[in-house]
């Protein structure tokens, strides 16, 4: 069985994985982080993007021996401490979910999205967030969040 | 549904894996694994060997060569639409490149892996036949005319890998698409280029897979104009058919579209 090294949230994990092992389940699995989501498990809806190296990516669509090396950030990964992370605040405060299944994709798409393009406006957020599906289309208030969220990104780095 | 166990290898060169896939009776490579995985998903492919090109180094990044814009075969889509050199000197690349798929696929599909797929919906053969590009593999180089075979298909030989692809620099070009809503294919993708000579190609459209529409190049080489291939337009029994669109409405397409692109330019 390959054995990888991945560093996930901060923490190196030595792990032998099965080579068909998806990411998405070592996580799940192996690592108990269950906040990354399996949702469509074809690459489509994105409630399990994660970032990899600082890019978001569907983990469900990638090998964990791909990832071999890697530093991975989970949902699980972006608060500090008690203090939620800017984004997940605004989704908090915007109420940005209505079933909360695509919740930890959706956020995790729109922080790297946001890191990409801070100044990001209303049009940048739903083409930033085409790889990411809510089934309950509470897509208004999602896109409410990531701005505020953006917003609050750009404060809180200024700050700290 | 899980993925079927395979072999795994990660050669460090091409030609140890090239090695790895002559010993193996049944091996694929995988670059970014945007088609590969979820085709093994489905168990459409189920190879006993899969030999990641991850780890070759040099397979990556853009660099300018004279007049040309060499790119490597394991580069994302997303450092494609990115690049300062790409934006600067085929800007239609760039365009083309952040097209595809969604922020997620453009950070781990590669063009490499792309164009060995050759999907007949897939944006890149576009941008490789309409801008008269070579590919550049472990053994030779094939012009673009030469390396599409029809569906899903290339002339690359088995085992053979894709090392880069050299863009020439030209004049203009424009990529005009109409992509699918849900899943952010071409439904019909049109590149145009004016360089050497007048270049467009089609994605999306043709039952054959990517094409060049030699009726509008003759007419644009004489009259680089919108105008001069009005009424011009392909066969709609060479298009794909199927429950997303007509082939009618697809050779529609290729006309509005490589219009669309022409005007862009002028």
């Known amino acids: 069985m390959p054995q990888i090294t991945l560093t996930v949230n901060g923490t190196p994990q030595k792990l032998d994985v099965p080579a068909n ?7 799940r699995d192996t690592l108990a982080l269950t906040g990354t989501h399996i949702g469509c498990d074809t690459s489509q809806c994105g409630a399990c993007t994660v970032h990899i190296d600082g890019r978001s990516a ?39 979910l209505q079933c909360g299944f695509c919740t930890p994709g959706m956020i995790m798409a729109a922080v790297a999205l946001v890191a990409d393009k801070p100044d990001i406006d ?39 | 549904m899980g993925i079927q166990a395979f072999d795994y290898v990660r050669p460090t060169d091409l030609a140890e894996a090239r090695k790895a896939y002559e010993a193996t009776g049944d091996a694929r490579y995988i670059a970014g694994g945007q088609t590969l995985l979820p085709v093994m998903k489905q168990r459409l492919a189920q190879p006993a060997a899969v030999i990641d090109l991850g780890g070759i180094a040099g397979l990556s990044g853009i660099r300018v ?6 790119v ?9 639409a990115a690049s300062a050199d790409v934006r600067r000197l085929i800007p239609a690349l760039a365009h083309l490149a952040g097209l595809i798929g969604d922020p997620q696929v453009r950070n781990r599909g590669t063009m ?5 797929n050759n999907d007949p919906s897939a944006d890149y053969p576009a941008a490789v036949l309409g801008l008269g590009a070579t590919v550049l593999t472990d053994s030779r180089s094939i012009t673009a005319d030469d390396f599409f075979d029809g569906l899903f298909a290339t002339t690359l030989e088995e085992g053979e890998i894709i090392r880069a692809i050299s863009f020439p620099v030209p004049e203009r070009a424009a990529y005009e698409k ?12 049109v590149m145009v280029s004016k360089g050497a000579g007048v270049r467009v190609a089609a994605t999306g459209a043709g039952q054959a897979g990517v094409f060049r529409v030699s009726e509008m190049e003759a007419a644009l080489a004489k009259d680089f104009s919108a105008k001069a291939i009005e009424g011009l337009s392909v066969s709609p029994d060479d298009m ?15 006309g509005v579209l490589a219009r669309r692109a022409v005007a862009a330019l002028q």
């Open chain 1, 21 to 27: 092992a998806l990411l998405v389940d070592v996580l």
């Open chain 1, 58 to 96: 569907k983990s469900c669509t990638v090998l964990a021996v791909q990832a071999d090396g890697a530093q991975i950030t989970t949902i699980e990964g972006l608060q500090s401490g008690a203090t939620l992370h800017p984004m997940q605040e605004a989704f908090r405060n915007h109420h940005g």
């Open chain 1, 122 to 160: 209303e049009a940048g957020v739903r083409h930033g967030l085409e790889g990411n599906l809510c089934r309950c289309t509470g897509y208004q208030n999602i896109v409410a969040a990531v701005l505020d969220g953006a917003r609050a990104m750009q404060t809180s780095k200024a700050g700290g």
């Open chain 2, 65 to 70: 060569e004279g007049n040309a814009l060499i």
């Open chain 2, 72 to 80: 490597g075969a394991m580069t994302r889509h997303a450092d494609v």
């Open chain 2, 112 to 116: 490499g892996g792309s164009l060995a």
């Open chain 2, 178 to 189: 109409f992509p699918h809503p849900a899943s952010r294919f071409a439904l019909v993708g």
């Open chain 2, 240 to 254: 794909i058919a199927d429950m997303h669109a007509p082939g009618a409405y697809r050779a529609q397409l290729v």
